[in-house]
């Protein structure tokens, strides 16, 4: 999708029709492709934007459920089909706005740790007192009740298996912690407890036992679902309690494809960047239970169900093999059967950390390679994920410091200091791995700005993360930038040992006027860094200010 529609996506709700209409065309004849983008300004007045609006009436949405075994066997199918497209989502700085799919937060603000402990929580957690049964857990693989509490609250409780005592529960709120700082929307979450003589039965809850059909819930039913729960020394139960979302829900949420019935979904899941660097954040978090049935729409997008991540597998700590194989790999087999059983995954001979409170994770994660780590199932958002998408990723990620990771750990309450420690540990390990392997991997030059003097000033987030040297300098080429035609006129060439750079003589000074500079690294170890970067700067009011980055121009 060109620049121009982009931008018809994004800024307004005549646009968003309109942007239909011309993705259709530009499938019939690239002739229209070529006419639109030569008819259209690259950048508006308002770019770059930080607000998508998708407020369009979606009042006629309906319930869509997606059925667990067609969406693996949809994922199975398409995992080779990823291509190497641009996400359609992105603003013209290649961030992503806010949306009824994502806020920024980590990156774009600055965070504290009490910021990330409290997270998305609106409240001290369920009011004590007797606790109503509405239905209990119809989906997933842990226990859980629908109840209300004494203020009419609904919650949705989920327990620890037996003789895990926190892994869960625990796993299930540090991570939501986390997964909002980093700008997705998620439950608000909380670690309470509960005795079996607060539940009283609604009228006209139902129960589904195991092979059964669903039927009138009877109080023994609670009994046999708590049978499945770990239980304190004082015989009361430890829950996560997750709030109920405001609204109706409507479905889970696919990671590919949009929903016809949404008027404001026009960009295929597997196109927008926040869902494709998900995967960078759920290799981060070993999450493999990453499908559309731990997700739920209310026309705002949700992620939840977070228990089967860290080191939990949500009824047992999870499997040696979890995070680098899928559910079903076919190489893997054939590999097996012609080894006569003699080849061993790499992770046969990995030394794990394992405790009752966290479940099982690699112990040393120094060298964790997020390229091979894998979910459960192939996901199509991972794997269209490009090294830009990742870039953007890596860069929220670094932003989460040692402190932040362990007020997410503290809010978690897994009663266990050592293997908490632990997980502070492996996170901040896997966190900087994933920045070695994507801050390094293209040009990482950042934050560009102009000033009114003509003086170039950037950083480089790969240096200044410790990850590699600087190069020997950086080099500038300058353009005058025709915003109407999309061409350019060079200006001249400036370069400097460090990342300040001075401007050519001849840059455009008249309001509306657009420069272009190719950014890139001199003498750098990584091939990778001498690609340059777009940077545009529009001049108004006095002063240059940053209009565009071109991450990967060339793609």
Do not use: C
């Not at 011309?22 to 004849?29: E, F, R, S």
């Amino acid at each position: 999708m060109n620049a121009a529609i982009k931008r018809i996506v994004m800024n307004t709700t005549k646009r968003s029709r309109l942007a239909v209409i011309i993705a259709g065309a530009l499938g019939v004849a690239a002739a229209l492709t070529m006419g639109a983008s030569a008819a259209s300004p690259r950048f508006y007045e308002d770019d770059p934007i930080w607000q998508e609006r998708d407020t369009e009436d979606a009042s006629g949405m309906k319930p869509l459920e997606v059925d667990l075994i067609v969406d693996l066997t949809t994922n199975l199918l398409a995992r080779s089909a990823a291509g190497d497209a641009r996400a359609q989502n992105v603003n013209t700085l290649g961030e992503v706005p806010d949306s009824s799919w994502f806020t920024n937060r980590a990156g774009r603000r600055p965070l504290t740790p009490e910021d990330v402990f409290i997270g998305p929580d609106t409240t001290p957690g369920p009011e004590p007192g007797t606790w109503t049964v509405t239905s209990s857990k119809s989906d997933g693989v842990t226990p859980g009740f629908t109840i209300r509490d004494t203020k009419g609250q609904l919650w949705f409780l989920k327990f620890d298996p037996p003789g895990y005592r926190g892994m869960a529960t625990g796993t299930e709120v540090a991570v939501t912690k986390l997964m909002w700082a980093l700008g997705y929307h998620v439950p608000e979450n909380h670690i309470a407890y509960m005795r079996r003589d607060q539940l009283v039965i609604a009228d006209g809850a139902k129960f589904t036992p195991p092979g059964g059909t669903r039927r009138p819930m009877r109080i023994d039913d609670l009994d046999t679902l708590l049978e499945r729960a770990d239980r304190e020394p004082d015989g009361a139960y430890r829950i996560v309690a997750s709030k109920a979302l405001p609204g109706k829900p409507i479905g889970r949420v696919r990671f590919f494809d949009t929903r016809p019935d949404d008027p404001n979904d026009v960009v295929p899941h597997q196109h927008r960047r926040e869902l494709r660097a998900y995967g960078v954040f759920a290799a981060w978090l070993n999450h493999t239970d990453a499908k559309a049935i731990n997700s739920l729409e209310f026309v705002r997008h949700h992620l939840l169900d977070f228990g089967s991540a860290l080191g939990s597998a949500g009824v047992a700590p999870a499997d040696f093999w979890e995070g680098s194989e899928y559910l079903i790999e076919p190489g893997d087999m054939v590999r097996q059967m012609m080894s006569f059983g003699f080849s061993f995954p790499k992770w046969h001979t990995t030394k794990f950390y394992e405790a009752p409170s966290i479940g099982r994770l690699p112990d040393d994660n120094t060298n964790f390679n997020p390229d091979l780590w894998k979910p459960r199932v192939p996901n199509q958002a991972f794997l269209h994920a490009r090294a830009d998408d990742k870039f953007w990723a890596a860069q929220k990620l670094m932003t989460l410091k040692t402190d932040l990771l362990r007020a997410a750990i503290r809010a978690g309450d897994f009663r266990d200091p050592k293997s908490e420690a632990f997980l502070a540990r492996a996170l901040a390990e896997r966190r900087d791995a994933i920045g070695r392997a994507y801050l390094t991997a293209i040009n990482p030059i950042v934050d560009p700005a102009l000033d009114d003097d003509g003086v170039l000033t950037f950083r480089n987030a790969a240096v200044d993360a410790d990850f590699a040297k600087a190069p020997g300098g950086y080099r500038a080429v300058w353009f005058r930038f025709d915003n109407a035609t999309a061409t350019s006129d060079r200006i001249g060439e400036t370069s400097g040992r460090t990342s300040r750079i001075e401007a050519p003589v001849g840059l455009p000074r008249r309001a509306g006027a657009f420069v272009k500079v190719q950014l890139s690294g001199v003498g750098a170890l990584l091939p990778s860094w001498e690609k340059p970067i777009d940077v545009f700067f529009r001049y108004g009011d006095g002063q240059w200010r940053l209009a565009g980055v071109g991450r990967l121009p060339e793609a």
